[in-house]
Each structure stands twice: as C-alpha cells, then as structure tokens.
C-alpha cells in the first residue's frame, strides 16, 4: 500500500527548492506523480471524471450502432473555445456509449465519414438523430440512396445532447426517393415553422417553399407545426392544398394563449404538389369537442 501512495504537492516542491540535489527517488515520485498522455484511465478514475463533466455540463454524444459490419463512423464537432473534436462510432453491441465534447456550447456537428460498405441488395444504414430535444430527425443512406457526405450538417445542439442512432435494415425492397414540391404561405404576423416527415425520413423546422426528398415505399406526408401563441388572443388556422387542383386536404390548428409546439397538422398522401396556407381564425381556445386538425 506504501507504494501507491500519492505524493502530495507540497512534498514535491520541497524536493526542489535552491541548494537542493534531488535524488533518484524524488525524480521518481515526480514522475510517477504526472499523467502520461498513453496512460489508460482506471474504471475509478474514468467515472470520476465522467462526474465532473456532467456537473460542470460538458457536451455529449449518446449514440448505439446495431448490425453496422465492422464499420466506422465518424463525426467533427465544433465549439467556440477549442479545435474541432472528431468522433469515432462504431458497433455497440446493444448498448448505449456516451463520450462528452470539448469546450462550451454551442456545439455544432458535422459528418466527417461515413461508409456505406458492408450492404447487400435491399439493405440500407438507417440514421436516427436528434440535436433538438423536440424531435427527431431520419434518413436512409446506401446502395442506390444518396449517401453521407462530408461535411453533412446535422445541426448546432439546442441542448447539451446529441443524440445518434445507426442500424443496418433490410426493407425488402429496393428504396427509391419521391419529391413533394411545398409551398408556404404564412398570412399572419406570428413566426410559424412546419416540418414534414415520412416513414424513415423526416426534415427541420422551417418557415420557408420546401421539396421533400422521402421515399416511395411510404409515399406520404406528415406536417407538424411550431408557433408561440402566447399573449395572442387569436387562433390560427393552417389548411394544406393539392395545389394542382386546389383541393383542401387537410385542417390543422394552433391555439391562441399557449405555446403549440410539434402541433399536429395533418396527412397527405401520394400527393406531388401542395401549398399550406396559415390565417388567423375565430377559433378563440383550445376546445375539447375540436379536432387539432380535420380532413
């Protein structure tokens, strides 16, 4: 026990003042009193660590691979007060791995590679992240799919969680992309933003025209909607249009006085063309016997 005793600081200068000749010993409990940069953590001395990111709220990744064959993955994160981070993913065997960033917020993260080895036919790298608490985003990358580029942005963190998930699945089929052309018309002086979403894919918030890049195994369209009505004493109203024959689709709702966020906006199906319009309405709260949205 003797042997693993740590030498205080004190001891160490002591060793060191004008006229002193340190012995071997001394330089010897110097060194061994410093971290070389090869020394591997202990499982004690890792959680310790861990601990005190967490309390002085470091940054972190929470990410798990399933079924990835042996690949790599890796990501660069950006922060304002240290050089660029880069992280390596690969299989996690079932489990969940965090691994915190350098620096402060914000955080912003980008691809650096990511392969798409490792797929037979139908088979396809599914991409599950999240760098706002308040939803997800999805897509499917390989074989015939666009793939992950360089410098493929996934967002700068809104929390202090980016969150990762990678899974190779086989659809069964080959996986093709169909485009929905959106036109947004925002009537009102509130900022609204609407984001779509299909089966394994989904796209960000936004207030501006869109094209959807989803797929043609599930050929539709979810609309979801942020807008803060609070201290607003009118209710809005966001009707999606077939814009190639103008007929009304769906019916959706944001409640004066409250703050909608993911508000659910309505369905459209194998539908090319559409233009949502958004107008103040007479709807004046959220009322039980009212649908969020109608069709």
């Not at 340190?22 to 110097?30: E, H």
């Not at 959106?182 to 779509?196: E, P, V």
Request: glycine residues 6%.
């Amino acid at each position: 026990m003797e042997e693993n005793k740590v030498t205080s600081r004190k001891e160490l200068k002591s060793y060191f003042e004008a006229g002193d000749y340190p012995t071997q010993a001394q330089f010897g409990k110097l060194i061994d009193s410093l971290r070389h940069k090869e020394d591997v953590f202990t499982n004690k001395e890792a959680a310790i660590l861990a601990n005190s990111l967490a309390a002085i709220e470091n940054g972190y990744i929470q990410y798990h691979a399933t079924d990835v064959s042996n690949q790599k993955f890796s990501l660069v994160v950006s922060q304002q007060n240290e050089e660029d981070q880069l992280i390596e993913i690969d299989e996690t065997n079932g489990i969940s791995v965090r691994k915190y960033f350098y620096g402060n917020a914000p955080y912003t993260v980008k691809a650096k590679n990511f392969p798409t080895e490792g797929l037979k036919e139908y088979e396809y790298y599914f991409l599950q992240y999240q760098t706002d608490p308040g939803y997800y985003s999805y897509k499917l990358f390989g074989n015939n799919l666009p793939t992950i580029d360089e410098g493929f942005e996934f967002g700068t963190l809104k929390g202090k969680m980016f969150y990762l998930q990678l899974q190779k699945n086989n659809i069964g089929q080959k996986v093709d992309i169909v485009n929905t052309r959106i036109s947004f018309k925002n009537n009102t002086d509130i900022t609204i933003l609407y984001r779509t979403e299909a089966g394994n894919w989904s796209d960000r918030y936004q207030s501006g025209d869109s094209i959807t890049d989803h797929y043609d195994v599930w050929d539709y369209v979810s609309v979801h909607y942020n807008a803060d009505l609070r201290g607003i004493d009118q209710s809005i109203e966001c009707k999606i249009y077939d814009a190639d024959n103008e007929q009304l689709l769906q019916t959706g709702y944001l409640y004066s006085g409250q703050n909608n966020e993911s508000a659910w906006g309505g369905q459209v199906i194998k539908v090319r063309n559409v233009r949502i319009e958004c107008n103040y309405t007479s709807l004046p709260t959220q009322n039980s016997n009212i649908p969020s949205f109608t069709a």
